[in-house]
C-alpha cells in the first residue's frame, strides 16, 4: 500500500510550457497544409481552363498550355497502379461526352462545356505522359 502512495502522477507538459506557445499545434501541422508541385500544376491547370473560356486572347494557346501541363504534371508524379492510369483515361475520353450533354442548360451549359473540355485536354496530357512512362518501364530491364 505504501508503495502506491508514493506514485506521483505524469507530468503532462503542454505546448505553452515547451516554450512554443498556444498556437503551435497549428504551425506543426503547417508542414500538411502546403501545396505539392502536382497540387500546384492542376490549379495552374483549372484557373487556364477557367481563363481559356472567358478571356479570347487566351483561348488560342490554352490548349498548348494545358497538354504541356498535363505532360509536365504526369512525368513528374507518374501514376504507378493500372488502375489510376485507365480512371485517368477514361476520364479524358468521357468527361468532354458528358460536358457535351451541358449545351442544353441555357447560358450557362455551353462555358461549362468548354471548361470541363479544357480541363479533359490537361487530362489528356497527363494521360500522355504515363502512357510514356509505361512503355519506357516495359521496354526498359528493370535494373536499369
Known amino acids: 500500500m505504501d508503495e502506491l502512495s508514493?506514485?506521483?502522477p505524469p507530468?503532462?507538459?503542454t505546448a505553452s510550457?515547451?516554450?512554443q506557445g498556444e498556437h503551435s499545434d497549428i504551425l506543426v501541422n503547417n508542414k500538411d497544409k502546403t501545396m505539392n508541385v502536382n497540387q500546384i500544376l492542376t490549379a495552374v491547370g483549372v484557373v487556364v481552363a477557367i481563363a481559356a473560356v472567358f478571356v479570347g486572347q487566351?483561348?488560342?494557346y490554352s490548349a498548348l498550355i494545358l497538354v504541356v501541363l498535363g505532360l509536365v504534371s504526369g512525368f513528374m508524379n507518374p501514376t504507378a497502379d493500372m488502375a489510376g492510369r485507365m480512371a485517368y483515361t477514361i476520364a479524358a475520353v468521357a468527361m468532354p461526352t458528358v460536358a457535351n450533354q451541358l449545351d442544353a442548360i441555357p447560358a450557362?451549359?455551353?462555358p461549362l462545356n468548354s471548361i470541363i473540355d479544357n480541363i479533359a485536354v490537361m487530362i489528356a496530357g497527363l494521360v500522355v505522359a504515363n502512357f510514356l512512362l509505361a512503355v519506357k518501364d516495359s521496354v526498359m530491364a528493370s535494373g536499369e
Open 108 to 110: 450557362v451549359g455551353a
Open 6 to 8: 508514493t506514485l506521483e
Open 11 to 13: 507530468i503532462i507538459t
Open 58 to 60: 487566351l483561348a488560342a
Open 17 to 19: 510550457d515547451t516554450g
